[in-house]
Structure formats: structure tokens, C-alpha cells
């Protein structure tokens, strides 16, 4: 039995804890506010993930640190650089094998699928901030001061995710009514499931083979307006219109809420394919994404009690 400490109690966090928990592993899960779930063998605690001489304290002993903790999306550039430094330093200090969870920003505008082995090439200043956290972290792993792996997920789902899709869709569609959401609402896109989000990274903490590189998560890929049809069928509704936000009805929204408007550089995202080749994931660790009838029953749930 194994000390992990996962930072971060919200929906990806909680799930990996809880997973790690259920498989005989002692969890030390950290929040600001000593949050997550109620088992015997997590120990929840307070603690900021900027602070790296308690975070330390929190992790000597440790055989893995898992980081699910980000700023406020509208915060990224002032906020990531720092946080990311402290859970390496955290980790560096006490001999912790580091996992963090990332996404496909840093890839930039890709033509094709995106795999694991694809250089960092961001065009948005967020995917230069998840570039430059994995080229830090990647250096210190390649200078022998510790050892780092990233899990890379795509759009979240799930009934707790906080994603852009949960906050603009899941709403309106359970309430009948018409979907607004930038970009071409009929390219091929990514979807990751939080709970396979978690099995990933609970799956990479203890597997030798992850250290050194990064992993996908299994994940499904459908059009938006796919995702939409099948969560009005979720909820026993009408299928709802998809009507898509031009770039200048997405800055004017963005006016008065700073998290639309970070939209606005990752539109490229929104009116491409983007496809997340999960490949290796599987081949390696035998991983697969959930049925997505139980991801659509389960993120339809969002919002409510």
C-alpha cells in the first residue's frame, strides 16, 4: 500500500482519490478547503498548491503527487507558470514521482489526430502557458531531478466537469431550449469523460512504463451537434437547435463575462477538427472510454443535486 497525493478535490481529483482509494492505496487528497470524498483511506487537508513548503510537507513520504489543480481560465498567464512550479518543486524536494493533468492546447492548430509524440507548437498564449509547464517539468525528468508524466485530455464531460460545454449546452438543452456555442458545430471533436480522466491518471501513478512522456486520455470523438442530439435524447427532449457564435457575437459576449472571452484565441479549436489519438493509452494500459450512452446519462445530471 502506497501514499498518492492528489492535489485538487475537484471533479477529476475526487475521482482519481476515490479510484486510488477503492484499489487498496492510502490518499493524501489536498484542497484549499479540505474537500472530497468519504472513504477510510483519504486523509483530506488543507492546502494551496502555490504553496510549495506545504505542499512539500504534504508529500515527503509520498510515492506519487497527481496534480489536478488549475487557476480560473481567465487566469492562466498570471497564475499556471507559478502553481505548476511549486507541485515540481514539491515533488523535486521529496523524491515524488510527479503526474499532471494537461490538455491538447500546446499542440497548437493540428492537421490530422493529435499523438502523444507531437512537438509543442501552441498559437494561443494558453497553449504557450501548457507548453511551457510540460517543457519545465520534461527538463527536470531529463535532468534526473525527478520523474514526471502527463495525462492530456480533451473536452471535458461528466455531471461535475467544469467545462465549457456543461456551463454554455447542458443547460439550455435540458431546458428545451436552442444551443449557442462558437465554432462549426459539425467538425469531429475529442470528448473526455471525467471519470476516464481519472482512471487515466490512477492507471499512469503506478504503472513504470509511464514516466517520460505524455498519454491521451480513451476518448470519444463526435461532432457537437452529435453530443447535443444524443443528451436531448438523454433527457427525453426535443432535439434543440445548434446555432453557432460568430467571432463577433463571442467578443461581445466575452464583455461582460472574462471567461467567454478567453474563448475568443482558442476559437481555431472550435472551427477544426480536434482529435485526440488515444492509441498508445489503450495498447499500453488496456484503457478504454466509457460507453458514451452513460457519459451523456451522467453529464445530462449536471447542475443538479
Known sequence: MSLHVVA?????????ALLLAESGERVRLVSRRGLGPDHPAIERVVGDTTDADRLTELTEGAATLINTTWPPYDRWPAEFPPLAASVLAAAERTGANYVSLGNTYGYGLVDGPM????????????????????????????????????????????????????????????????????????????????????????????????????????????????????????????????????RTE????????????????????????????????RRTFGLTPTPFETVLADTARYGTA
Open 115 to 246: 499523438t502523444e509524440d507531437l512537438p509543442m507548437r501552441p498559437i494561443a498564449v494558453k497553449g504557450a502557458v501548457r507548453a511551457r509547464i510540460w517543457l519545465d517539468a520534461l527538463a527536470a525528468h531529463e535532468a534526473g531531478r525527478v520523474r514526471v508524466t502527463e495525462v492530456r485530455a480533451a473536452s471535458f464531460l461528466g455531471r461535475d466537469a467544469g467545462s465549457v460545454f456543461n456551463f454554455l449546452v447542458t443547460p439550455r438543452v435540458r431546458a428545451g431550449e436552442d444551443v449557442t456555442f462558437p465554432g462549426d458545430p459539425d467538425v469531429p471533436k475529442s470528448w473526455s469523460y471525467v471519470d476516464d480522466v481519472a482512471r487515466t491518471l490512477a492507471t499512469v501513478a503506478r504503472d513504470e512504463r509511464s514516466w517520460g512522456r505524455a498519454w491521451h486520455v480513451p476518448s470519444a470523438i463526435l461532432s457537437l451537434r452529435e453530443v447535443v442530439a444524443g443528451l436531448a435524447k438523454a433527457v427525453d427532449v426535443a432535439e434543440p437547435r445548434v446555432i453557432p457564435m460568430t
Open 250 to 281: 463571442l467578443a461581445w459576449a466575452g464583455a461582460g463575462d472574462p471567461v467567454t472571452a478567453e474563448l475568443i484565441e482558442m476559437l481555431y479549436s472550435l472551427d477544426h477538427p480536434d482529435i485526440l489519438d488515444s492509441a498508445l493509452t
Open 8 to 16: 485538487g478535490a475537484g471533479s477529476t481529483g475526487s475521482r482519481t
